[in-house]
């Protein structure tokens, strides 16, 4: 494991409310990092700051000029975040939340 997702995972039990020392706890925020990583060869990302994420049929981007061979392919995550228009995953972590007042599991 390198440092930045170290980092990536304790932010991620910060955010989602859950205790990193525990094993269940790091253990869901090393799969949240798997899935966060994940590309899709779907999508592909140029060099441009915003709006960088490209469907696989669109081969070249008209602003930066950059061409789908040469560029790699989208995080899901991203994609996600750009088709719904909104961080499903603070959502999520919100109902995560309330949910683990009353809902974390004990004995692990
Ligand atoms: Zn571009």
Known sequence: MNTKQW???????????????QSWAWEMAKQ???KMIETTENYWDCECRHNYIHPAAVTECVICK???????????????????????S???????????????????
């Open 7 to 21: 980092f990536w995972m304790m932010e991620y039990c910060k955010k989602q409310c859950i205790p990193p020392a």
């Open 32 to 34: 949240a990092y798997d």
């Open 66 to 88: 950059a061409v789908r061979e040469e560029q790699p392919d989208s995080m899901i995550s991203e994609v996600r975040v750009m088709i719904e228009g909104v961080d499903v």
């Open 90 to 108: 603070s959502e999520r972590i919100k109902a995560y939340c309330d949910l683990s007042k009353t809902n974390i599991p004990d004995g692990i």
